[in-house]
């Protein structure tokens, strides 16, 4: 199973991370997040987002017009708790 978390800083702005209900173990996961300014504020988002399994740092992701993606090529088997923390 996954959860849904995010933590949203840096002006007005809202994040979207939503990881898959299931995942096959052994096989590739891509996990995105996306930033997006709210009106009034325009622009692209800039800086980072942090993935997490639980309390475990998985990478560090500079954005790239206004979205973080970050692969784990091959998930364990079992529960985990996927976030993105965006900074």
């Given at each position: 199973s996954s959860a849904l978390s995010t933590t949203v800083g840096q002006g007005s702005s809202t994040a979207t991370f939503a990881p898959p209900?299931?995942?096959t173990a052994g096989l590739?996961?891509?996990l995105t997040a996306t930033?997006?300014?709210v009106a009034p504020a325009t622009g692209t988002p800039t800086g980072t987002v942090s993935f997490f399994d639980g309390d475990a740092l998985l990478a560090r992701v500079a954005l790239v017009n206004g979205s973080a993606s970050y692969t784990i090529a091959s998930p364990t088997p079992g529960a985990h708790a996927y976030r993105a923390v965006y900074s």
């Open positions: 209900a299931s995942v590739p996961l891509t930033i997006l300014p």
